[in-house]
């Protein structure tokens, strides 16, 4: 059934209103806004999309996020829960969601439903937001009859997830904004600054200091061709992001990120928290092992990890245990190997591996704080020591010129 994109006046107190609508047709739309009190203005079918070479600047602001798609799931669980049917329970969830986008997803989820299609394959249906761990959750549910308890453990998932993302950037945020801004004043004290003040060397007579030449040099370099950098830069970022995209270029930059003082440990956590969490809700939604740990594999974000977990799925398959296998990788802690140990002999792995997850949820909280902690004084330290080395530079000179008039 098309979307359309309606603009009217309300006629009991003459407000402007607008918003999504499914229907048949325009006429048929036309018609319900007219029964609701709506004089229609403006129509047109949202599938439509834009004119070619047009280019839609409010789509940056109506970009579906990862807690759009947990809002609507959640609430997809409180009204299936409640006993009413999946057709109108989407209803109600596309009604209430504000991002366009989603809307029109959902609106071609409930009309692939309404057609007997499964909720999961018409989730796959737009892979952009509902993603392959979603829907075979979903699947898992729909076939152990427990959707409503799946949905609800895909909402807690992904909000999480989204506050472990949101802590690292925060985190990151501002040593990466006082880099910028440090480099860009001592780039603007070497292009601008130093060239006025040591011209005033040019008839000093003696010889200067090497770091004063060296500072000069610099400066001259950077002016006379700071297009040679742009470029030098501009190839370095482009080449490393060729690179990358190799598969061995690939699995050296993981393999790298692990081994990085400070930042590995710190990237080595988060991946054993996204294992841990990802499969224990994968297991307790009903999802098979293998399928668990095939879906598993792609959430870690690190090829070095995705390949030990594909050695664990063979050797699964071949009847040993999960923790075996991480074992004799040499990858994941020990602690972390036995208490999935511990949870298989137990017949508890779903519950070992939510406690895995929050451990090292917390030792990620007191990691990046800790970090943030170190990393704001040392760019500070960085910063000061730049502008430090320049006005040692110039200043040095100036007071040997003056001993020497004295």
């Known amino acids: 059934m098309p979307v359309f994109e309606y603009q009217g006046i309300r006629k009991s107190d003459g407000r402007p209103v607008k918003g999504l609508k499914d229907s048949d047709a325009e006429r048929s739309l036309r018609a319900a806004l007219k029964r609701d009190g709506v004089l229609v203005t403006g129509i047109r079918e949202k599938s439509a999309g834009q004119r070619r070479g047009e280019i839609d600047f409010k789509k940056f602001f109506r970009r579906v996020t990862r807690m759009d798609v947990a809002l609507s799931t959640r609430q997809l669980a409180t009204l299936t829960k409640s006993g009413i049917s999946l057709v109108e329970a989407l209803n109600a969830v596309i009604d209430q969601s504000e991002k366009p986008d989603l809307k029109t997803a959902l609106t071609d989820v409930r009309d692939q439903v309404n057609q007997g299609t499964s909720l999961s394959e018409a989730f796959g249906r737009h892979a952009k937001y509902f993603d392959h761990l979603y829907c075979n959750m979903v699947n898992a549910g729909e076939q152990s ?16 997830q989204n506050r472990l993302r949101s802590k690292v950037v925060s985190a990151m945020a501002y040593p990466a904004f006082m880099a910028v801004i440090g ?22 007579g003696r010889e200067l200091p090497w770091y004063t030449s060296v500072l000069i040099a610099t400066s001259n370099f950077m002016r006379g ?137 917390a030792q990620v909280d007191s990691k990046i704080l800790a970090l943030t902690s170190l990393l704001e004084p040392v760019m500070i330290v960085i910063m000061g020591a730049g502008a430090f080395g320049i006005a040692f530079s110039i200043l040095m000179p100036l007071i040997q010129m003056n001993e020497f008039v004295q």
Do not use: C
């Open 225 to 361: 061709y700071w297009w040679l950098l742009l470029v030098l830069i501009v190839g370095a970022i482009v080449g490393f992001r060729r690179w990358k995209r190799t598969p061995a270029g690939l699995y050296d930059w993981h393999r790298f990120v692990l081994w990085a003082p400070i930042f590995g440990s710190l990237a080595m956590m988060l991946a054993i928290s996204r294992f841990s969490k990802t499969l224990s809700t994968l297991l307790a939604s009903g999802v098979p092992l293998l399928t668990a740990m095939d879906i598993t594999k792609g959430v870690l974000g690190n090829v070095v990890l995705e390949k030990v977990i594909v050695e664990a799925s063979s050797s699964i398959r071949e009847g040993e245990s999960i923790a075996d296998p991480l074992k004799a990788s040499g990858r994941f802690p020990p602690i972390v190997t036995h208490m999935i140990a511990i949870g298989e002999r137990s017949g508890q792995l779903e519950e070992m591996l939510e406690n895995v997850a929050g451990a090292y949820d």
């Open 145 to 160: 009859g427990t959707l409503d308890q799946v949905l609800g453990r895909l909402a807690d998932f992904i909000e999480a």
């Open 183 to 204: 480099t860009v004043i001592i780039g603007v004290m070497m292009v601008v600054v130093v060239p006025k003040v040591t011209s005033i060397f040019e008839n000093f």
